[in-house]
């Protein structure tokens, strides 16, 4: 399954770490890419370009100045895309239905989210009716959808390998 966020709504120096965050998260749990829309903020493209050299994969990090366009294309494409708002339809409902799915954009805010969002989306969907974090929201939502499974994925051309321990760290460098 491809899986590509969109960051939607990131306010300059004041959402860095947090987008930043975003964008481990998606690469972590099992997303291809993250494109952030109408910013570039080349800190958060250094930072987990640095992940991705250490800890391998082929993550990428883009971004746009069209969102809505990119949105459209996807769909046109025949990509689903799920928007994830705590005002959408319980995860739980829908989960089953999204892994049949073969690619999925998945829309996270920052703010307010523009209206347009939720018409274009495929699926609005919550990780509870309750507000909180994309960051939260995000990995919720990858971890329901892969059932766990990323917690064992295996990222290509990797300098390093953490060997699993009950206590300390142990690292091996490849
Ligand atoms: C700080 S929240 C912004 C909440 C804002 N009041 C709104 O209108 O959605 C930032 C982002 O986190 C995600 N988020 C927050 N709570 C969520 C929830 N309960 N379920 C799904 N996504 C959530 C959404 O993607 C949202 O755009």
Not at 152 to 172: C, H, M, Q, R, T
Request: glycine share 6%; with cysteine.
């Amino acid at each position: 399954m491809e899986i590509v966020v969109l960051r939607l709504g990131h306010r300059l120096s004041r959402d860095k770490r947090v987008s930043t965050h975003v964008a481990l998260v998606a690469r972590a749990f099992g997303a291809k890419e993250i494109i952030f829309a109408n910013i570039y903020e080349k800190e958060i493209e250094e930072r987990v370009k640095r992940v991705c050299e250490i800890f391998g994969g082929k993550f990428q990090v883009n971004s746009t100045e069209k969102p809505r366009e990119l949105v459209l294309e996807w769909r046109k494409k025949g990509g689903v895309v799920v928007h994830l708002t705590m005002y959408g339809v319980p995860l739980l409902e829908k989960v089953n239905e999204l892994r049949e799915e073969k690619k999925i954009m998945v829309v996270v805010g920052a703010e307010k989210v523009p209206g347009w969002v939720y018409e274009v989306s495929d699926y609005n969907i919550s990780v509870t009716n309750q507000p909180h974090s994309e960051i939260a929201a995000l990995a919720v939502f990858l971890d329901r959808l892969f059932d766990g499974r990323e917690i064992y994925f295996k990222y290509p051309n990797a300098k390093v390998k953490i060997l699993p321990s009950e206590k300390g760290k142990k690292v091996i460098a490849i």
